[in-house]
Nanobody, 131 residues
């Protein structure tokens, strides 16, 4: 059974920083075989792509709304992916989810922003940014 467990969310003020973590585990889950993504969702809206990283960590990419403020990284030895969020804005308030897909690195961009193509999801962590 595969588990993705997010942590690090909380209540912060605009301009603050937070680092989210997502720890992966599972007897049949080899973390380094999966591209990872961070998505976020607010009530009544679809899950929105935030950032993604290839299985090797060699490629990262971001939604325009977070580019220059958020940084995704991974530590394959620890089976963990991170999302460093800086200069937070009230509009960043959402539940943040990490997700894994098994696409090849060559097909990374085909899968990266499409939530329905991710096979594994965490339970989410709430981030609230007050103005």
């Amino acid at each position: 059974q595969v588990q993705l467990v997010e942590s690090g969310g909380g209540l912060v003020q605009a301009g603050d920083s937070l680092r989210l973590s997502c720890a992966a585990s599972g007897d049949t889950f080899t973390f380094s075989n999966y591209n990872m993504g961070w998505f976020r969702q607010t009530p009544g809206r679809e899950r929105e792509f935030v950032a993604g990283i290839t299985r090797s960590g060699g490629t990262t990419h971001y939604a325009d709304s977070v580019k220059g403020r958020f940084t995704i990284s991974r530590d394959n030895a620890k089976s963990t992916v991170y999302l460093q969020m800086s200069s937070l804005k009230p509009e960043d308030t959402a539940v943040y989810f990490c997700a894994a897909n098994s696409a090849s690195e060559a097909n990374y961009y085909v899968y990266a922003t499409r939530a329905h193509l991710y096979g594994y999801w965490g339970q989410g962590t709430q981030v609230t940014v007050s103005s």
